[in-house]
């Protein structure tokens, strides 16, 4: 049923987001993995809107009932952006991240923007949904939720909060999914090293605070793509560039407590877990036009 439900989001942004095949080809043709599925994905991710009906509050309900639990909550104050991570009820599965506009910290005319298209769904969708229906799920994580936005209302939106404008445009379209890299063979087993691959193979990486994100205790470093642009058709057909999502990569270091189980001993629990909040703020940039112009 999880699974089920994984594959579908899967499956719509790996055909959405070329970086997403290009890198798995990459990897076969390196001959670090020998199939897609080999990949260990590390998280997930999702970007919602904070208005009462809609938001964290919404969609996380559908995990919780899946057996992902809540943890810890950050916070991007320049972003204007909550977020929670979720932990998968079995170590195969991913996180989860889903962050959340703080809406009300927008200037009126955002807000009012925002609402004309949040406002069309009138009560919590999620509480109308039949969350063991993994088919109807999968349908609500694809379905468009308020009408095709304007060109002008993105651009405004665009102004005031690249992630407001992302949001209105994208849904819920699955933001990235994340690449473990310390499972992988030597060579390709540390950022450093997957980031030169990735660069060797023409990837170009968001260098928002550094390629490589460093959490203080040093322990969790991630890298990530720049999201390509794509063509995207506005209400009344206008089309226009605009960032699609991207695909991130996780080293997770094995926790002092650890260092002395032999490699094959290791498992999920002996490493870094959860996110950190100053490498997210900088990942977040990745569908940024401050990252994108580099892409386009
Ligand atoms: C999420 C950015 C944060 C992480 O792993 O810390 C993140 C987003 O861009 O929506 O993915
Ligand atoms: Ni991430």
Known sequence: ????????????????????????????????ISKADDIENDHIAFRTMGVPQLGVQSLEKIFLHYGYTK??????????????WYAPPAPQYPRIFISELRVSELSENAQQIIQSYTNEVVSDPVNNLD??????VD????????????????????????????VIYN?????HFTVSVHNLPAGYNTIAEFNNFLEK????LNDAGGKIKTSPDGNLLQSST??????????????????????????RKVLPAFQHLQSDEIKREHRREGFETGNADKIFES??????????
Request: without cysteine; aromatic residues 14%; proline residues 2%.
């Open 1 to 32: 049923m999880l699974q089920d439900v994984l594959n579908g989001l899967m499956e719509r942004y790996q055909q959405r987001v070329p970086d997403v095949e290009a890198v798995i080809k990459a990897m076969i043709s390196e001959g670090i």
């Open 71 to 84: 943890r810890e909550k950050f916070y991007f104050a320049g972003k204007k952006l909550d977020a929670w």
């Open 131 to 136: 969350l063991d229906d993994a088919k109807a």
């Open 139 to 166: 349908k609500f994580l694809h379905s468009a939720l308020w009408r095709t936005p304007t060109l002008a209302d993105f651009k405004a939106l665009a102004a005031e909060s690249e992630y407001a404008a992302w």
């Open 171 to 175: 849904r819920y379209y699955l933001n």
């Open 201 to 204: 193979h023409g990837f170009i």
């Open 226 to 251: 720049v999201a390509k642009m794509i063509d995207a058709t506005f209400a009344n057909g206008e089309v226009f560039p605009i960032a699609g999502s991207y695909v991130e990569f996780a080293e």
């Open 287 to 296: 569908t940024y036009s401050t990252q994108t112009k580099k892409s386009s």
